[in-house]
C-alpha cells in the first residue's frame, strides 16, 4: 500500500530564515505530487505541483519555491521566511492517468515568529 | 479557472439528524469531487467520491449526489454521531497533465451529543 511521509511534523523558525520541508511517497511510481498551504481556520492553497522529476509548477506567486529531485521525494524550500508563510504545509499525492484520488501527508505545521 | 463554492459555512445537529453540505463549481470540464473529513490539526482524510457519469453514490451513513446540469453535488451524512464533527472539504478536479484539484472552504460540522 501507498504510504506519504512529512517532516518535520511541527517546525519553529524566526524571519528571515531559510526552511526545507520534505515529502517522500512509498508504494508507487511516478505519482504527481503537491504542495497545499493551509492558513489557521481556512482552506486548502495549492502552492506547487510536479507531474514528474525536476517537473514544477507554481500556482501562486511568493517566495517560496520547491524541487523535486527524485521520483517520489519532493521538497518546499524559501531562503527567507516571511511571517504570512505561517501555517500548515500538506503534500499530497495522486496517480498518473485516470487515478483521480488524491491523499494527504500528515503535513508540517510552520510558525514564524 | 475553477471557482467552488461550499455552503454553509457551519452546521450544528443533534445527534441522530442528518446534515447536508451543498456546493456548486463554475468548470464544465470538471469531472471528479471528492470529500475530505478534516479533523482538529489532522490531515484531510478522503471519504466518498462520485465522478461525472454517476448521478448518486453511498456508503454507509455517507452519500454524494451531483447534477451536472446545474454544476452542484452535495454531501449527506444520516445518523450523525458525535465522532462525525470535523471540518468538511468538497473539491472540484479537472483531469489533464495532472488533475488539479479546488477546494471549497470548508463546513465546519458539529454534532451535539
Known amino acids: 500500500s501507498q504510504t506519504i511521509h512529512q517532516w518535520p511534523a511541527t517546525l519553529v523558525q524566526p524571519v528571515g530564515s531559510p526552511l526545507s520541508l520534505e515529502c517522500t511517497v512509498e508504494?508507487?511510481?511516478?505519482?504527481?505530487l503537491y504542495w497545499y498551504r493551509q492558513a489557521a481556520g481556512r482552506g486548502l492553497q495549492l502552492l506547487f505541483y510536479?507531474?514528474?522529476?525536476?517537473?514544477i509548477s507554481s500556482e501562486v506567486p511568493q517566495n517560496l519555491s520547491a524541487s523535486r529531485p527524485q521520483d517520489r521525494q519532493f521538497i518546499l524550500s524559501s531562503k527567507k521566511l516571511l511571517l504570512s508563510d505561517s501555517g500548515f504545509y500538506l503534500c499530497?499525492?495522486?496517480?498518473?492517468?485516470?487515478?483521480?484520488?488524491?491523499?494527504f501527508g500528515p503535513g508540517t505545521r510552520l510558525t514564524v515568529t | 479557472g475553477e471557482n467552488v463554492e461550499q455552503h454553509p459555512s457551519t452546521l450544528s445537529v443533534q445527534e441522530g439528524d442528518s446534515a447536508v453540505i451543498k456546493c456548486t463549481y463554475s468548470?464544465?470540464?470538471?469531472?471528479?469531487f471528492p470529500w475530505y473529513k478534516q479533523e482538529l490539526g489532522k490531515r484531510p482524510q478522503l471519504i466518498i467520491d462520485i465522478r461525472s457519469n454517476v448521478g448518486e453514490k453511498k456508503d454507509q451513513r455517507i452519500a454524494v449526489t451531483l447534477n451536472k446540469t446545474a454544476k452542484h453535488f452535495s454531501l449527506h451524512i444520516t445518523e450523525t454521531q458525535p465522532e462525525d464533527s470535523a471540518v468538511y472539504f468538497c473539491?472540484?478536479?479537472?483531469?489533464?497533465?495532472?488533475?488539479?484539484?479546488?477546494f471549497g472552504t470548508g463546513t465546519k460540522l458539529q454534532v451535539i451529543p
Open positions: 473539491a472540484a478536479t479537472t483531469s489533464g497533465g495532472y488533475q488539479k484539484v479546488t
Open positions: 510536479s507531474v514528474g522529476i525536476g517537473q
Open positions: 499530497a499525492w495522486s496517480g498518473q492517468g485516470g487515478a483521480y484520488e488524491q491523499y
Open positions: 468548470d464544465s470540464a470538471s469531472n471528479y
Open positions: 508504494g508507487t511510481s511516478n505519482p504527481n
